[in-house]
């Protein structure tokens, strides 16, 4: 029988990046900042005398100089790449023709957008190296879920131990992937390490809210509560530099109304912001 199928790139926020600087971000991750290895090189010259030794300092100098610009350079056609390759993942799905002069780009099926999309990302795997190509394989396993699973699951399994927010992501695509296979033990494993983890590449929040729906799942109900209850009551006691309440994130919405559904008492501890909107009784009365 089908297995119902749900996409595992939430968005890693690569639309906006790829949209605006052209740098990625994570769907998961939409605060979260990107983190680059910087590239170094040093270079020693062969200094006989003095002159020599100062001719030698005006190369490396110069040297130096066209290594970082070229790096700069690479990088950016590496950002390019990448960025083109998400639009083509994130592209529309419709059966609708394309609108009149327009040049986005629209697949009829998911599988057509994955086939489309792979190559793109494995050409920036193959013309770039270091964490742009780490990230394109965490794209192109993550595609694969949709031209063959078992493929797919493997290679996410793969990006697991590379570290780093590629190696954050594929865990998460994981848990989700194993939670869908129906085996809840091994997606709360995975979550439980997620949670402990001092990575912030995917926020605590929505890790947890996970880990509460495979305690549901499980049937430990009390377990996703009390989970559900330390998620908003955290967050409702944040305030900004006002002194005013913040506004929820969409992680914490959901584990509040998860709350509601399964405990409404339980959510009635938690006192609701009081509103910026003026009692309108209070301001027609003399």
Not at 81 to 102: F, Q, R
Not at 126 to 139: I, L
């Amino acid at each position: 029988m089908a297995r119902k199928k749900r996409s595992i790139v939430t968005t890693v926020a690569p639309t906006a990046e790829a949209k605006s600087t052209a740098r990625y971000q994570d769907s998961f991750q939409q605060n979260v900042g990107k983190k680059f290895e910087e590239v170094g090189k040093t270079l020693e010259g062969n200094k006989k005398n003095l002159i020599y030794g100062l001719i030698a300092l005006v190369v490396l100098a110069a040297v130096i100089g066209i290594f970082f610009l070229w790096n700069s350079r690479t990088n950016a056609a590496a950002q390019a790449a990448l960025a083109k390759a998400i639009e083509t993942a994130e592209a529309p799905i419709s059966i609708n023709p394309v609108p009149a002069g327009s040049t986005s780009k629209q697949f009829r099926t998911a599988k057509e957008r994955s086939q489309a999309a792979i190559p793109e990302f494995q050409a920036v795997v193959e013309q770039f190296g270091g964490p742009v190509a780490e990230k394109a394989k965490y794209f192109i396993a993550v595609n694969q879920l949709n031209l063959d699973r078992a493929v797919g699951t493997g290679e996410l399994e793969g990006l697991v131990n590379s570290g780093g927010e590629v190696g954050m992501l594929a865990k998460f695509a994981l848990a989700q992937i194993r939670a869908e296979d129906g085996k809840p033990d091994e997606a709360a494993a995975l979550y439980k390490e997620l949670a402990a983890s001092s990575d912030p590449t995917i926020p605590k929040d929505t890790i947890n809210l996970e880990l509460a729906k495979i305690y549901e799942k499980q049937g430990k109900k009390q377990e996703a509560v009390d989970l559900l209850f330390g998620i908003v009551k955290t967050a409702s006691e944040k305030k900004d530099m006002d002194g005013k309440a913040i506004t929820l994130s969409p992680a914490v919405q959901a584990a509040k109304d998860k709350l509601k559904a399964l405990d409404p008492e339980k959510a009635k501890e938690i006192p609701e912001p009081a509103s910026d909107i003026p009692d309108l009784n209070q301001l027609s009365a003399p």
